[in-house]
């Protein structure tokens, strides 16, 4: 089924530790985005990226990182995560027509311990 | 800056309307969305209008554009507990590929 895939579902984590979400796209999108969402404060656009070989920030970028090494991945990278970190991750890939919405993954949770 | 807003909480009763109203920011947005979330799931998209547009109507969802305000509401007619989810508006904003999310309203459909 063509879609977005993320990994893992959940992760429990130890504060300071590194950790890697996984997204693919078999889409072949050319935008994709990391949000996070959080209770009362809806999603909030951590990193974008409009093409492979290009990412942007987002309304909360701190303390996380992307690359797009090419048209189908987009990993967000937390280099040492903290508390505040814990939340549900989306990634998202937008359709390259006019319309242009949204395909989420079913997310992954994240717990900082 | 950017920025999309949102009531929190919306409660109706089985076949009543509801009405979920949002603001933006960005008046050059193109495009705007609306889109669901249902627990424990991704968001959906649901439905969404140009910005030359003052309303769609696609089946009991009806979408209304008042770009002078910057307002933007869904109203579901007839609704039924099956719509009861977080419902998320959202602006595309020009020129940079973003797309900006309200904080969702959760619509909370009683019998």
């Known amino acids: 089924i063509a879609g977005i895939t993320q990994a893992p579902t959940s992760q429990i984590l130890a504060a300071g530790r590194r950790m890697t979400l996984r997204c693919t796209q078999d889409?072949?999108?050319?935008?994709m985005y990391w949000y996070r969402q959080d209770l009362g404060l809806g999603l909030r656009l951590i990193h974008y990226?409009?093409?492979?070989?290009?990412?942007g920030k987002g309304e909360v970028p701190d303390g996380y990182s992307v690359s797009r090494a090419n048209t189908d991945d987009f990993p967000l990278t937390l280099a040492s995560a903290v508390p505040s970190q814990t939340s549900v991750y989306f990634c998202a890939s937008r359709a390259d027509r006019n319309t242009g919405e949204l395909f989420f993954g079913e997310g992954s949770r994240l717990t900082v311990l | 800056g950017e920025d999309v807003e949102q009531s929190l909480f919306l409660s109706v009763r089985e076949g009543d309307s509801s009405v979920i109203n949002c603001t933006y920011t960005?008046?050059?947005?193109?495009?705007l969305y609306w889109y669901k979330q249902e627990p424990g799931a991704g968001l959906q998209l649901l439905t969404y209008?140009?910005?030359?547009?003052d309303m769609k109507q696609d089946q009991r969802l009806t979408v209304l554009l008042n770009k002078k305000d910057k307002h933007l509401s869904l109203r579901i007619a007839d609704t039924q507990t099956g719509d009861s989810a977080i419902y998320f508006c959202?602006?595309?904003?020009?020129?940079?590929?973003?797309?900006?999310f309200g904080q969702g309203t959760t619509l909370q459909v009683k019998p």
């Open positions: 209008i140009f910005s030359n547009m």
């Open positions: 889409m072949r999108h050319n935008a």
């Open positions: 960005d008046s050059s947005s193109t495009y």
């Open positions: 959202a602006e595309s904003i020009s020129n940079t590929g973003k797309l900006i």
């Open positions: 990226s409009n093409t492979a070989g290009t990412t």
